[in-house]
């Protein structure tokens, strides 16, 4: 025990540990240089993995070499020349202090400038590279675009775009638009991409064909939604990937009390048009509630998305209304549910942890007894179960 606390004193004494912290940093500090100038030159990435492993084989002679040599006021000497009473260990250490704090300020400003820097992405292609000439025919993306084609019976749906006059809406529109997205999952021979890849090109004005691609779907729907009053008005675009044409658009005028009617005739309209013989006669509907109850569920949802504590006790408030409306809506349960778990202490709230997950269990099976097919209800199981596993675990440790 002695012999190891004299190695790790005299480590500190050589500045063995300082010149490997040093190292690293300066290490980390040239990789980001690296990648930032092999990204504005257009250099793969193979010289960048290059450069990080000629790095790290260098960081064993480094440490080695600080515990062989001593820096001197006549310069680098072996250690074993220098008399201890005229060491300067101490000076030096210091002075790699300074050194390693100015690298990982340098490291913090690189890191900066990489964000500001505007990312590469598929709308960089150049029109050069997007037009191939063939005989007879055109193509909008060079061939490697479209190597593994997507599935034809496949679709993405885009967050509608909020049209009202109140910004407040949003939420309203990105509801519609995940409740046509679930009610098009539930088709059995449909691919339908999920909503957090669908939604992360929510504001960005990229070529629909692009998104497609980066989707690897055949066809997108997209959309508005304006609301006034007691009235809204849904306009519903489909697009077929490949060329960028219109296969169908259709403007929807109803009251508020007719909106699951107009998602219901949305999804079958898509439906027929992506050739019902391919997918089969199968319908579409979706939960049917009180006007009320689906705003406050609309609204409970955009919350919970926000992921604090505030938004999510607020989401709660909003979908217990719903359920005292409606004491049968089976997506407002399950909402809850998913709300429940995550204001629990090991998520974002203060709840303690054993009584969320079995509050949020209990709403999660109220809401399978009402809809056994309920996507969001089976959705929120999985995550009670992985947050059970994690709560037994963090027991279990403690125990020990």
Same mark, same amino acid.
């Given at each position: 025990?002695?012999?190891?606390?004299? +190695?790790? &004193?005299?480590?500190?004494?050589?500045?063995?540990?300082?010149?490997?912290?040093?190292?690293?940093?300066?290490?980390?500090?040239?990789?980001?240089?690296?990648? $930032?100038?092999?990204?504005?030159?257009?250099?793969?990435?193979? $010289?960048?993995?290059?450069?990080?492993?000629?790095?790290?084989?260098?960081?064993?002679?480094?440490?080695?070499?600080?515990?062989?040599? &001593?820096?001197?006021?006549?310069?680098?000497?072996?250690?074993?020349?220098?008399?201890?009473?005229? @060491?300067?260990?101490?000076?030096?250490?210091?002075?790699?202090?300074?050194?390693? *704090?100015?690298?990982?300020?340098?490291?913090?400003?690189?890191?900066?400038?990489?964000?500001?820097?505007?990312?590469?992405?598929?709308?960089?292609?150049?029109?050069?590279?997007?037009?191939?000439?063939?005989?007879?025919?055109?193509?909008?993306?060079?061939?490697?675009?479209?190597?593994?084609?997507?599935? %034809?019976?496949?679709?993405?749906?885009?967050?509608?775009?909020?049209?009202?006059?109140?910004?407040?809406?949003?939420?309203?529109?990105?509801?519609? @638009?995940?409740?046509? $997205?679930?009610?098009?999952?539930?088709?059995?021979?449909?691919?339908?991409?999920?909503?957090?890849?669908?939604?992360?090109?929510?504001?960005?004005?990229?070529?629909?064909?692009?998104?497609?691609?980066?989707?690897?779907?055949?066809?997108?729907?997209?959309?508005?939604?304006?609301?006034?009053?007691?009235?809204?008005?849904?306009?519903?675009?489909?697009?077929?990937?490949?060329?960028?044409?219109?296969?169908?658009?259709?403007?929807?005028?109803?009251?508020?009390?007719?909106?699951?009617?107009?998602?219901?005739?949305?999804?079958?309209?898509?439906?027929?048009?992506?050739?019902?013989?391919?997918?089969?006669?199968?319908?579409?509907?979706?939960?049917?509630?009180?006007?009320?109850?689906?705003?406050?569920?609309?609204?409970?949802?955009?919350?919970?998305?926000?992921?604090?504590? %505030?938004?999510?006790?607020?989401?709660?408030?909003?979908?217990?209304? %719903?359920?005292?409306?409606?004491?049968?809506?089976?997506?407002?349960?399950?909402?809850?549910?998913?709300?429940?778990?995550?204001?629990?202490?090991?998520?974002?709230?203060? +709840?303690?942890?054993?009584?969320?997950?079995?509050? %949020?269990?209990?709403?999660?099976?109220?809401?399978?007894?009402?809809?056994?097919?309920?996507?969001?209800?089976?959705?929120?199981?999985?995550?009670?179960?992985?947050?059970? $596993?994690?709560?037994?675990?963090? *027991?279990? @440790?403690?125990?020990?």
């Amino acid at each position: 025990m002695t012999e190891k606390t004299g +190695l790790i &004193e005299e480590l500190k004494r050589r500045n063995v540990f300082r010149v490997g912290i040093a190292y690293i940093v300066a290490a980390w500090l040239l990789v980001q240089i690296a990648d $930032l100038a092999f990204d504005i030159v257009g250099v793969g990435d193979g $010289l960048l993995r290059g450069v990080a492993i000629l790095l790290a084989l260098g960081f064993i002679p480094t440490v080695i070499f600080a515990w062989a040599f &001593e820096l001197t006021p006549e310069g680098i000497k072996r250690e074993s020349e220098v008399n201890r009473t005229e @060491s300067i260990t101490n000076v030096t250490a210091k002075k790699l202090d300074f050194v390693t *704090i100015g690298l990982l300020i340098g490291a913090i400003l690189v890191v900066a400038v990489d964000r500001m820097l505007p990312e590469k992405g598929p709308d960089t292609i150049s029109p050069e590279d997007m037009t191939i000439a063939e005989p007879q025919e055109e193509k909008l993306y060079p061939a490697p675009f479209f190597a593994d084609k997507a599935p %034809a019976k496949s679709i993405a749906v885009l967050p509608f775009v909020n049209m009202s006059d109140d910004t407040n809406n949003e939420y309203f529109s990105d509801g519609i @638009s995940e409740e046509i $997205l679930n009610a098009l999952a539930k088709v059995a021979d449909l691919k339908v991409a999920g909503r957090t890849s669908s939604f992360a090109f929510k504001g960005q004005n990229q070529d629909l064909r692009v998104i497609g691609v980066a989707l690897n779907v055949s066809h997108i729907l997209e959309g508005s939604v304006r609301k006034a009053g007691n009235r809204v008005r849904v306009t519903a675009q489909l697009i077929k990937v490949d060329d960028g044409y219109h296969v169908w658009s259709e403007n929807y005028d109803r009251e508020l009390d007719d909106i699951f009617a107009i998602q219901d005739e949305i999804s079958a309209a898509i439906l027929a048009e992506l050739k019902a013989h391919l997918i089969g006669s199968e319908m579409v509907t979706v939960a049917r509630t009180d006007s009320q109850a689906y705003e406050q569920y609309l609204l409970a949802g955009q919350r919970i998305y926000e992921r604090n504590e %505030a938004s999510l006790q607020m989401a709660s408030r909003l979908l217990n209304e %719903a359920i005292s409306i409606d004491p049968n809506y089976a997506p407002a349960y399950a909402q809850l549910g998913i709300a429940t778990m995550l204001l629990s202490k090991d998520n974002y709230g203060s +709840l303690p942890t054993a009584k969320a997950l079995a509050d %949020a269990k209990a709403l999660l099976d109220r809401a399978l007894e009402l809809d056994p097919d309920q996507a969001e209800a089976m959705a929120g199981l999985g995550l009670h179960a992985q947050n059970a $596993l994690l709560d037994y675990a963090s *027991i279990f @440790s403690t125990r020990r």
